[in-house]
């Protein structure tokens, strides 16, 4: 079992949809929680942490279940720029230096 | 300001064929990272390190060395290449007391 697992998709909506990806993660030690964003054939980048009371960035909104070892990230009123690749990350924070684990991301195709 | 640097972007090897994977960072971070990241799969740690003259093993570290000599830069090395190492390598940067981690723009490698 991978210890973070996320729905490969791909999600294709079309603009202005709302759309949620979830998330599960294997390590109940882990501490904390990220999505980062990958365009294609480009690096990934930071999108937000995610907070155990949930936050919001703007169209974006984060969940995390602790109980349930569960992230979700909801996107508003979708955007042709929001397509790409969405990666669950989860730290362990154990030994010493900050452990991230990756999920394989989940992919968002935006049409007009 | 040029964040994390990689080169080459892309090679390719033949099998048996060592190589080195450069990594820069102008950020002044402690912590460096060694990833690879292949299709259906997250990124996995090869190896980093949590400051200059230091360097530890991580998920999938065979086939591997790694070094830094100076805080700024982190080497990756394939001394005899395999088709099973042909990934897209990314190196990241971060900070010790902060988790967010600055990914390089990626190296290609075709092992034939």
């Known amino acids: 079992r991978k210890e973070v697992e996320q729905d490969p998709g791909p999600f294709n909506v079309p603009e202005g949809a709302t759309v949620a990806f979830n998330c599960t993660y294997s390590?109940?030690?882990?501490?904390?929680f990220f999505w980062y964003r990958q365009d294609c054939r480009k690096e990934p980048k930071l999108l937000m942490s995610?907070?155990?009371s949930g936050n919001e960035d703007g169209r974006f909104t984060a969940q995390l279940n602790r109980a349930s070892q569960y992230i979700s990230l909801l996107i508003r009123d979708s955007k042709l720029s929001d397509s790409a690749t969405y990666l669950c990350v989860v730290n362990h924070g154990l030994g010493g230096y900050n452990k991230l684990i990756f999920g394989a991301g989940t992919r968002l195709a935006v049409h007009p | 300001n040029a964040g994390v640097t990689q080169t080459p972007k892309f090679r390719v090897l033949k099998t048996g064929q060592s190589m080195t994977l450069l990594c820069a960072q102008d950020?002044?971070?402690?912590?460096m990272y060694w990833y690879r990241q292949d299709p259906g799969m997250g990124l996995r740690l090869i190896h980093y390190s949590v400051g200059e003259g230091t360097t530890a093993k991580g998920e999938v570290p065979d086939g591997y060395n790694v070094s830094r000599l100076k805080k700024q830069n982190f080497l990756l090395g394939l001394e005899s290449a395999a088709p099973s190492q042909t990934s897209v390598y990314f190196c990241?940067?971060?900070?010790?007391?902060?988790?967010?981690?600055?990914f390089g723009p990626g190296t290609r490698l075709l092992v034939l």
């Open positions: 995610v907070y155990s």
């Open positions: 990241a940067s971060s900070y010790r007391r902060q988790e967010t981690q600055y």
């Open positions: 390590n109940s030690a882990s501490q904390s």
């Open positions: 950020m002044n971070h402690e912590y």
